[in-house]
């Protein structure tokens, strides 16, 4: 048995008149990237597997250049696996070193808003880094910059 504290949720969802599945998700943050590249495979097989619209979100621990991933050998891996989703996030949301370093910057992405078919972005930012967020202590308000994304549904 192999514990793995990662997982997903899916919830099939309408506004108006727009139907879509929205599917929420933390793939594995440690150890083998593979494991990674194997729930993104296992995603795509189960909920993600729709004729419908599909709006993925998480933290894939995984990105690609325009992401500046990988920072090592198969970050990648993951996130080049959801082939046919359009990233409709904001960059650079991970991750402070230390939640009370004022210096500290978000220098990568591996949160992201993910559709399938492709989406408008309307809008994307990340929250969560700047200093005037930080907690009357000082610390950041987490390791990773909240992303927000504003998409056009279809329909």
């Known amino acids: 048995k192999i514990p793995v504290d990662r997982g997903w949720v899916s919830v099939e969802a309408s506004l108006g008149k727009r139907k879509f599945r929205f599917v929420n998700t933390h793939l594995e943050a440690f150890g083998d990237t593979k494991i990674r590249e194997a729930q993104a495979k296992e995603l795509l097989a189960g909920p993600l597997k729709s004729k419908g619209q599909v709006v993925l979100v998480g933290d894939l621990n995984s990105g690609i250049g325009r992401h500046n991933q990988p920072e090592k050998p198969g970050d990648d891996l993951a996130f080049k696996a959801l082939k046919g989703f359009k990233d409709n996030g904001a960059r650079q ?57 504003r998409l056009r549904l279809r329909g």
């Open 93 to 149: 949301s991970c991750c402070f070193q230390s939640l009370t370093d004022p210096r500290a910057v978000l220098d990568h992405t591996v949160d992201h808003v993910l559709t399938k078919p492709a989406l408008k972005t309307v809008r994307a930012r990340v929250t969560g880094n700047d200093a005037g967020e930080r907690t009357p202590s000082g610390l950041w308000p987490s390791d990773h910059g909240g992303v927000i994304s």
